[in-house]
């Protein structure tokens, strides 16, 4: 099922170094003035207590759809799953280490103390029933959870099983997203229309931003009124129509993908499973990934001790968990990248915004860092694995010295040096 994360990292070559300014990168010699960071190599409590950056995904769908399974799987923290509605009413939250071949790769160089991956934040918001926008089940409760993340992964059920009831009484993947994408639509058109109401008493005044939020929420207004979500609202919006949208958290707005739930069977070839091509049909009119999975099968993987995972996934013909694939498909919907930072005391994965640049990934580890940015020492991941010190990469040419314009890539190794 899918490609094996580790083969798709290990084989990828180094992307181009990107600077936002021809020529932007500061050539100093190394030893230069300020403080050198080596997160692994002395830092101070607060930074090496620090939680590397990842982002809130909220997992919504009906009830008994496999929603609190999945992640029952994903997290450490155990949902109570049972086969009768809103058994998940209060969200529960669980913090996933993000798997990453490389950071190992990295650490077998130098054994450090630790070992720190990147997380994500995954919450089981409880399942959503038709008529939730005006309280039914619950309804405004769960929905006040979903302003509170990042993107949505809407799990789907796409298997046939007489055992587990399915709350509209029939499995038909294509009319639950409807169901669930109703009822969000439906939250958004009201707090669009109260924001248009609050732009034309303001407008009245001459105020320039309630004038173009007035005639933002009336576009909005009529595009959700036809079923569609906000994020597919047509045409680019600029700076200032983006932060109104922002301000206004739309549920239908933040980016989603869909994690098929299929049954075991139907794992080597989920192509035939009639459920999960119509979800893929219908995902690919919203431009949104499908990730296949068994959540069952996943809860069975998660307890296993991780030296026996491999031959379960073997057995069961799969070359990753599943949680590799919601990892990649979140990492990839919100624009994320990894840099590390190494040396004996830890070796660790910080997760920043793709197109960040050397000061902003530094601020992740330390305000400071950022704050008193002079340089950064960058090495890609793959030639300090192949060369195994950073001596012999200065010695190939393999070490850089960026300044502040450098944009980090997927893959850096960085050492920070800073004054404050």
């Known amino acids: 099922m899918g490609v094996d994360l580790g083969d798709r990292l290990m084989r990828r070559p180094p992307p181009p170094v990107n600077r936002r300014r021809a020529g932007g990168g500061l050539r100093a010699r190394p030893g230069g003035a300020g403080r050198r960071h080596e997160a692994a190599r002395a ?11 990842g982002f809130a995904c909220g997992i919504v769908g009906l009830p008994n759809v496999g929603k609190s399974t999945l992640f029952n799987s994903l997290s450490s923290a155990k949902a109570e799953a049972a086969n009768f509605p809103f058994c998940t009413i209060e969200p529960n939250v669980g913090v996933v280490p993000v798997p990453d071949p490389r950071l ?22 409880a399942g959503l029933v038709r008529g939730a926008s005006q309280g039914e089940g619950l309804g405004n409760q769960f929905l006040g959870h979903i302003r509170e993340v990042d993107a949505v992964a809407h799990v789907v059920r796409c298997f046939e099983d ?49 004038k ?36 206004l958290s739309l549920l239908t707005a933040k980016p989603c993908f869909f994690v098929a739930n299929v049954d075991e069977a139907s794992l080597a070839d989920v192509g035939s499973n009639p459920h999960y091509r119509a979800l893929v049909a219908h995902a690919a009119g919203e431009g949104a990934q499908v990730v296949p999975i068994c959540a069952a099968l996943e809860e069975q993987i998660a307890d296993l001790d991780p030296a026996d995972r491999p031959e379960f996934l073997a057995s069961a013909g799969l070359k990753e968990p599943g949680l590799h694939g ?32 050397a000061p902003q990934a530094a601020g992740v580890i330390h305000t400071d860092f950022e704050r008193g940015f002079i ?23 393999k070490l850089a010295i960026e300044g502040k314009d450098y944009v980090v890539r997927d893959g850096d190794v960085m050492h920070f040096r800073f004054n404050v």
């Open 43 to 53: 830092p101070a409590a607060t930074w090496h207590n620090a939680p590397a950056m």
């Open 104 to 125: 190992e790769a990295l650490a077998a160089l130098h054994p450090s103390e630790k070992t720190l991956p990147a997380t994500i934040r995954f919450v089981d918001i």
């Open 162 to 210: 007489e055992n587990v009831t399915h709350v509209e009484g029939r499995v038909d993947p294509v009319s639950d997203v409807g169901t669930i994408e109703t009822e969000l639509i439906l939250k958004d058109l009201e707090t669009v229309q109260k924001r248009v109401d609050r732009a034309k008493k303001a407008s009245k005044g001459g105020d320039a931003k309630e």
């Open 212 to 247: 173009l939020a007035l005639e933002l929420c009336e576009r909005l207004a009529a595009h959700l009124d036809t079923g569609r979500t906000a994020r597919s609202l047509p045409g680019e919006l600029q700076a200032p129509e983006r932060e109104l949208l922002r301000e």
């Open 326 to 357: 919601v990892v990649r498909a979140g990492y990839e919907l919100l624009g994320l990248v990894t840099y590390f930072t190494c040396g004996p005391k830890e070796t660790r994965a910080w997760t920043i915004r793709r197109g960040w640049t």
């Open 375 to 397: 340089k950064a020492e960058v090495i890609w991941w793959e030639d300090l694995v192949r060369l195994r010190t950073e001596a012999k990469c200065r010695e190939a040419g």
